[in-house]
């Protein structure tokens, strides 16, 4: 190691990283304090840079190289110790090829760390995410005949531009918000030591709020602010300053469900913002602070208040003078009925989520025309309102073969309970599952008029019974079928298989768990929605399958889009053979209290401890599946398939289908008229306005009460026409 350190190799190197660190020739004229250090260090280890490098002696004993040694330590202890002491931040410094090489490998670093920031951002916070609204745009469903069944989301209108707005409106919010907008890069410190100071204005920029409630939560925590920042960093490198304040002023949010300056200006004053004056506009930016506990519509004169602090602040950023700040006073509110009261039903429940998914992000209202059928709507939820449930639950889904959704009802009373039964609620279906297992028997090549075993199981670990333990020798699969026979349903599906039966149901549109090897899965102890059973039965009303039940209108396929739906169709053996099972179950089985004058078709069901009833068939172009049972799944007091659902089933399509050929075309309604929710017969009140103003509907027509400069009055609409009543109070 120590002939290494001597070599001629490692002395040329630490020569040369000296004379590295030498500075320029002429710099230093009177004295070279390297010269003398340098001159010894050769002279110390006799080293030519101009001779060849020389073999390393061999050492004859330990002893001889020991002197030898402490010159060589002494030299290096020593070496450079009059050399002048130069600081980092002289450019002597750096200088030397070292600290050049880790200074140049730094800044790249730094680089390569800005542009991978800059992708990050580019993915999780595309720029055009900043121009579309915060909160979802009013949607307005309609049934299929125009009549209005549904209103949500938020007020939003079209955006605002920065640069049509008159000065005191921008200046009312600059000076509230964020003073120096036009002079900082996104970050404020000077804004942020003001607002701690004074109390007045927020810690936040302008662009900081837009950055906040356009790509980030609410949440308050470092690292979300530390994101904040650098997305406003961000957004001030790629917008003009009037581009984040009119995408601000055009998202944020002023109470009342009202997102956006011109939502908010036509709520409160029923004006544009174009056109509003410097009250109304400072009223409006004072409400961004807290804009649901400023609400005017809830608390005027805290609103007032707030506006009158942000005169005073307009007035110090010379935006309006101190008199006209002093002479301004609270303006009066002009809220109109918009007819923008979000309403509910199953129905619209369960399609609203779906508008949105095939909505285009934008600032537009959308009036949307859904396949719910307000005739049939209306039917169910009569038959349902009549029906004797006591403290059970009732949920009906009606469709068409091709699954339009026409009719849903999720339970009792939406306003108690909006918990959709028919979509939401996963119960056992019990024996109406028995469609698959038949299904699968039949296209694995049995008939109806074969026969199958229907003793008692008295073998195996899972022993089934038949309803009032009923046993026979043997039975046809018409016979097993329309009687319901538990031990047959088992005996068959272990013949077919599991695995047959579960790809049975898969191909008619099961998504649900369906454990395979299980044959209590023949009896319906698997778990699923009333909706997904009714949509399997429709595919056999199709006579194709999957069926996907849907809420809105889909285009008529061509001929060339038929061929390649993705649809399957049974065989004629197959699908007449379970029509014909399903008949046998309404004309002579358990389904006998669903029967109707024409074709129908159907299956019951009835879990065990009778915790589910179920009946679901079909008849002309309608299918339906009715389901009662208790939420906190307890025994239904020996309600059973065949019975109350049966006679809502049969209650329901004798109303459907009589006289559909013969209905009058009626004028179709506006859909900018008042809401009618059909899951309800009779709704006692529905407000209109924060002025007391109330809607009734009922059966002899609709009732409208409110105050006319403080005097009660009803407006009342029925057969005999328009009449204004004056109560006693």
């Given amino acids: 190691m120590f002939a290494w350190l001597r070599s001629p190799r490692r002395t040329k190197t630490l020569r040369s990283r000296y004379e590295d660190d030498r500075p320029e020739a002429g710099f230093y004229a009177l004295q070279d304090p390297y010269g003398s250090a340098l001159d010894d260090f050769d002279e110390r280890f006799d080293w030519d840079p101009d001779d ?14 020991r002197p030898w040694r402490r010159k060589r330590d002494d030299a290096l202890r020593n070496f450079g110790e009059d050399r002048p002491q130069v600081g980092w931040w002289q450019p002597a410094h750096w200088r030397g090829r070292r600290k050049r090489w880790w200074a140049v490998r730094i800044v790249a670093g730094l680089l390569a760390l800005f542009i991978a920031l800059v992708a990050w951002l580019a993915v999780t916070a595309p720029l055009s995410k900043s121009l579309e609204p915060v909160a979802p745009p009013q949607i307005t469903l309609l049934a299929s005949d125009g009549t209005p069944i549904a209103r949500s989301g938020a007020s939003v209108d079209a955006p ?6 008159p000065d005191h409106v921008v200046g009312a919010f600059l000076a509230i918000e964020d003073r120096r907008f036009y002079s900082h890069w996104g970050v404020d410190p000077r804004g942020i ?62 109470g009342d469900n009202q997102y956006g300056l011109r939502a908010a200006s036509l709520h409160y ?103 719910l059928d307000a005739r049939l709507q209306g039917i169910a939820s009569r038959v349902v309102s009549r029906a004797p449930l006591g403290d059970a639950q009732v949920a009906l889904v009606a469709m068409r073969p091709s699954g339009e959704v026409v009719a849903m009802v999720g339970g009792k009373d939406y306003r108690n309970s909006p918990f959709n039964r028919a979509t939401q609620a996963r119960r056992q279906p019990g024996s109406t599952f028995k469609l698959f297992v038949y299904l699968a028997a039949l296209q694995s090549g049995m008939k109806p008029s074969d026969r199958i075993d229907n003793t008692a199981i008295e073998s195996g670990s899972y022993r089934p019974k038949n309803a009032r333990e009923r046993y026979s020798p043997s039975l046809t699969l018409e016979e097993a079928f329309a009687t319901s026979s538990n031990v047959a349903a088992v005996r068959l599906f272990n013949k077919v298989g599991s695995r047959r039966v579960i790809a049975t149901a898969r191909d008619l549109g099961v998504t649900s768990d369906l ?111 009715v389901w009662i049972g208790k939420d906190d799944n307890s025994p239904l007091n020996g309600i059973s398939g065949g019975g109350l659902p049966a006679r809502i089933w049969r209650d329901f399509m004798r109303s459907a289908l009589a006289g559909t050929a013969a209905a009058e075309p009626v004028e179709r309604p506006d859909p900018e008229g008042p809401i009618r929710p059909l899951d309800i017969e009779n709704i006692d009140e529905i407000p209109l306005d924060a002025n007391g103003s109330t809607l009734s509907i009922e059966q002899g027509g609709v009732t409208v009460s409110t105050e006319i400069d403080g005097v009660p009055v009803e407006f009342r609409l029925g057969e005999d026409g328009l009449r204004v009543d004056q109560p006693q109070r």
């Fill in 160 to 165: 605002v531009e920065v640069r049509k707005l």
């Fill in 515 to 625: 454990p395979a090897g299980d044959p209590s899965l023949a009896l319906g102890t698997s778990t699923m929605t009333l909706l997904e059973l009714t949509s399997a039965y429709a595919a056999i009303a199709a006579d194709a399958y999957p069926v996907e039940p849907h809420a809105f209108p889909r285009e008529e396929q061509g001929w060339f889009d038929w061929l390649f739906d993705g649809q399957s169709h049974f065989s004629d053996r197959t699908h007449e053979g379970m029509e014909r099972l399903l008949r046998s179950a309404i004309n002579r089985g358990t389904g006998k209290a669903a029967m109707l004058s024409g074709p129908n078709f159907g299956k019951t069901g009835t879990t065990q401890d009778h915790r589910d009833a179920l009946f679901v068939g079909y008849a002309g172009d309608l299918v339906v599946g």
């Fill in 52 to 65: 060849e490098p020389r073999r390393k002696p061999k050492p004859k004993t330990k002893r001889r190289w």
């Fill in 269 to 371: 004053f029923y004006r544009q913002p174009e056109n509003l004056r410097p009250e109304q506009a400072a009223m409006l930016a004072g409400l961004l602070k807290a804009p649901s506990r400023l609400a005017p519509t809830r608390n005027y004169d805290l609103a007032a208040a707030r506006m009158k602090l942000v005169l005073g602040a307009m007035a110090e950023e010379g935006y309006i003078t101190p008199q006209r700040a002093a002479s301004l006073r609270p303006p009066r509110l002009d809220v109109r009925n918009r007819n923008t009261l979000p309403t509910g039903t199953y129905f619209a429940d369960w399609a609203l989520p779906l508008a949105r998914q095939d909505s285009e992000s934008g600032y537009a209202k959308q009036t949307l025309t859904t396949t």
């Fill in 193 to 254: 030591a003001r607002a701690a100071w004074t109390g007045v204005g927020g810690g936040s920029t302008i662009t900081q709020q837009l950055a906040k409630f356009t790509f980030l939560t609410p949440e308050q925590t470092l690292t979300r602010k530390a994101r904040e920042a650098l997305i406003a960093f961000w957004l001030e490198s790629w917008l003009t300053k009037d581009e984040i304040l009119s995408r601000y002023l055009s998202n944020a949010y002023f």
